[in-house]
């Protein structure tokens, strides 16, 4: 079993910054591809980026893609999703997801284990 609690969530200005944690407990979390997933009210769980289990390949969608990174730290059993100039547009709640059952990384219904999620508020 693996084990998700996201962290670092909060209310910031377009334009600012914040640093989501997905920290990871279950003996399976090093050999895991993992992914961030965001929701706003009324629509549908969307694909924000992703990683492999050595943190050698990333996916992003093209929203995000040149204003966040996604990082992994094993030994720590961590997930970094960083967001840099945020907008409005980004808000919603965030999960954090693991242990895809296929490499398509982009589909929700791939992952196995879910954290209870973050809420990130970006005002104008």
């Known amino acids: 079993q693996v084990q998700l609690v996201e962290s670092g969530g909060g209310l910031v200005q377009a334009g600012g910054s914040l640093r989501l944690s997905c920290a990871a407990s279950?003996?399976?979390?090093?050999?895991?591809?993992m992914g961030w997933f965001r929701q706003a009210p009324g629509k549908e769980r969307e694909f924000v980026a992703a990683i492999s289990w050595s943190g050698g390949s990333t996916d992003y969608a093209d929203s995000v893609k040149g204003r966040f990174t996604i990082s992994r730290d094993n030994a720590k059993n961590v997930v970094y999703l960083q967001m840099n100039s945020l907008k409005p547009e980004d808000t919603a709640v965030y999960h954090c997801?693991?242990?895809?059952?296929?490499?398509?990384?982009?589909?929700?219904?791939?992952?196995?284990?879910w954290g209870q999620g973050t809420q990130v508020t970006v005002s104008s």
């Open positions: 997801a693991a242990g895809p059952t296929t490499t398509a990384w982009r589909i929700p219904d791939n992952y196995r284990y």
């Open positions: 279950g003996r399976t979390f090093s050999s895991s591809p």
